[in-house]
């Protein structure tokens, strides 16, 4: 006898049953295709997002195994934009640079490798989809292993999201590091421009009075200095406030 039992079925199915997919709790800034995660969702995002994904998908399911049709289509639904999702954090470490690509792949398939639970939670996810369809004598003790997984998945999903946070970590301090060679390159550049507009200046004035077009010009460029000072500043503390957050 299974420790998870659901109610028996009948011809009406009960209460709970007969409310519509929309009726869930939808997972927030869930896209509803693969390709809309993949388009405008950090992969940091997407990870934490299959967290939610998998209890939702877990609840469809169990209201799918008591004759709702409704449910069973959302929670195939769910199962595959799982199973999408999870191909595709996978897969980043073809897109990533050495290090953070093997931060990703011993996530996932090193000693402690979170891959294999999270594959044998969504194979479970479909053996119990499959028993509802077909209205399966078996679909209780199928939930019920269901069920029994969802602790082990979330602590595998949290594996890895920490795994991507980690590297999005990384990736944003490298970035810092870029922006403050650029911002220093970009003073150095403005101070010997103050040298070379000052030494305009001076000899605008010897030259008097056909010194001045030379004059104005120099003025501009010393304007120019001044406004290449103000950006900098502004990068600076961005890049300050950016190393803060993370």
Same mark, same amino acid.
């Given at each position: 006898m299974s420790a998870f039992s659901l109610a028996p079925r009948s011809s009406t199915p009960p209460a709970p049953a007969q409310r519509p997919a929309a009726s869930l709790p939808a997972v927030p800034g869930a896209p509803r295709t693969a390709q809309e995660a993949g388009a405008g969702m950090s992969l940091v995002n997407l990870a934490a997002r299959q967290r939610m994904l998998s209890q939702r998908m877990v609840l469809q399911?169990?209201?799918?195994?008591?004759?709702?049709?409704?449910?069973?289509?959302a929670a195939r639904s769910s199962l595959a934009?799982?199973?999408?999702?999870?191909? &595709?954090?996978?897969?980043?470490?073809?897109q990533l640079d050495?290090?953070?690509?093997?931060?990703?792949?011993?996530?996932?398939?090193?000693?402690?490798?979170?891959a294999a639970t999270i594959d044998a939670f969504a194979q479970r996810a479909e053996t119990a989809l499959e028993h509802a369809e077909r209205q399966s004598p078996r679909v209780d003790d199928a939930v019920a292993r269901l069920v029994?997984?969802?602790?082990?998945?979330?602590e595998?999903?949290?594996?890895?999201?920490?795994?991507?946070?980690?590297?999005?970590r990384a990736q944003s301090e490298t970035l810092?590091?870029?922006?403050?060679? /650029?911002?220093?390159?970009?003073?150095?550049?403005?101070?010997?421009?103050?040298?070379?507009?000052?030494?305009?200046?001076?000899?605008?004035?010897?030259?008097?009075?056909?010194?001045?077009?030379?004059?104005?010009v120099a003025n501009v460029l010393s304007?120019?200095?001044?406004? /290449?000072?103000?950006?900098?500043?502004?990068?600076?503390?961005?890049?300050? &406030?950016?190393?803060s957050a993370a």
């Open positions: 399911t169990v209201l799918a195994a008591r004759g709702s049709d409704l449910h069973l289509k934009l799982f199973k999408d999702s999870q191909a &595709r954090l996978v897969d980043t470490p073809r050495a290090a953070s690509a093997e931060c990703i792949r011993n996530a996932y398939h090193g000693p402690a490798g979170v029994e997984a969802t602790d082990g998945a979330l595998a999903l949290n594996a890895a999201t920490t795994a991507f946070d980690q590297v999005g810092m590091k870029e922006l403050a060679g /650029i911002v220093a390159s970009i003073q150095t550049v403005a101070r010997e421009a103050k040298v070379v507009s000052f030494n305009a200046q001076v000899m605008a004035a010897r030259a008097g009075e056909h010194g001045r077009e030379f004059a104005v304007g120019i200095t001044h406004e /290449i000072d103000g950006l900098s500043l502004q990068a600076v503390s961005l890049a300050g &406030r950016n190393r």
